[in-house]
């Protein structure tokens, strides 16, 4: 797959793509879908598969070489997992580790792994399977996760999905390598900080990255498409808190226009990443 390279300040960030996703109709995304946005806005058809029925999510993890150090952004969907509630998780079997390997990153070369949240398809490369157990991927890195997230595991509510927190967080929190950050969000080694965006799930946080004046901002799911850029009132099918969803998607929109900022998508599908801009209609993008 294309490796996508981009530097902030003295940053340089790289997209290691894992899988991308296929089979989810626009309609079934979005609830409130009209052809119509394509009609207003026909670069966004290039989203779709070459059916032209389908959209393409993408997903992937960031590498952010910095100060010597390294990051990953979300650790994708992960190999050999039991993932019943999802076709497209379940027992997922990609290179993974070695596109990692491509671009120079070996799992004990990893400094510090940043999550946006804890859902199946961003922590799954937190372990991997060694001798029937889930033990942490990165063994030198400390794990930065949001409190909320957590805290939601340990409700009935969380039940349904509690393999994924067995399987690929459990492991790092018995390791001693987590690190949970605070709801109202913080910073963290000063050019690095986490912004509540709840919605899309209670704890969910995007991450911004600050270097010699530049601005990346790690969206995590408050977008799952350039469509709702378009379209920010439009929450996807998987937004489990309406309201909070939308004032989250508001919040980042305004945060990169304001900022310049450089966003660094969860799911957009080709580069990934890209720039939002005002124009006389609303918001606009431009892949990078």
């Given amino acids: 797959m294309d490796v996508h390279t981009y ?117 799954g490369w937190n372990t991997r399977l060694v001798d029937g157990s889930w033990l942490p991927t990165f063994g030198n890195a400390r794990y930065v996760m949001p409190q909320g997230d957590l805290d939601f595991f340990a409700t009935p509510a969380g039940d349904s999905r509690r393999m994924v927190y067995d399987d690929s967080v459990a492991p790092i929190i018995a390791a001693g390598q987590a690190v949970a950050m605070a709801t109202e969000g913080g910073s963290y080694l000063d050019a690095f900080r986490f912004h509540p965006t709840p919605g899309h799930c209670r704890g969910h946080m995007s991450i911004s990255f600050r270097s010699q004046g530049e601005t990346a901002l790690f969206t995590g799911d408050v977008m799952h498409t350039p469509i709702q850029l378009y379209r920010p009132e439009w929450n996807s099918a998987f937004c489990h808190e309406q309201v909070q969803a939308r004032q989250a998607r508001q919040w980042l929109l305004d945060y990169a226009a304001d900022h310049d900022a450089m966003l660094f998508t969860a799911h957009f599908p080709d580069t990934s990443a890209g720039r939002v801009s005002r124009g006389d209609q609303g918001f606009e993008w431009q892949f990078a």
Avoid: C, M
């Avoid at 966004?44 to 993408?58: A, I, K, N």
């Fill in 7 to 123: 530097q902030i300040g003295d940053a340089r960030i790289t997209k290691v793509t894992e899988t991308l996703l296929q089979g989810l109709t626009p309609s079934f995304l979005y609830a409130d879908w009209s052809d119509e946005v394509l009609h207003e806005q026909p670069q966004l058809r290039s989203l779709l598969d070459d059916t032209g029925t389908s959209v393409v999510l993408s997903v992937h993890t960031w590498v952010v070489e910095w100060a010597d150090q390294v990051f990953l952004i979300d650790t994708g969907i992960g190999n050999g997992k039991e993932r019943p509630f999802s076709k497209l998780f379940h027992q997922l079997e990609t290179p993974f580790l070695e596109r990692l390997a491509a671009i120079g990153i070996a799992p004990e070369g990893v400094d510090h792994v940043l999550l946006t949240h804890l859902h199946a398809d961003h922590v």
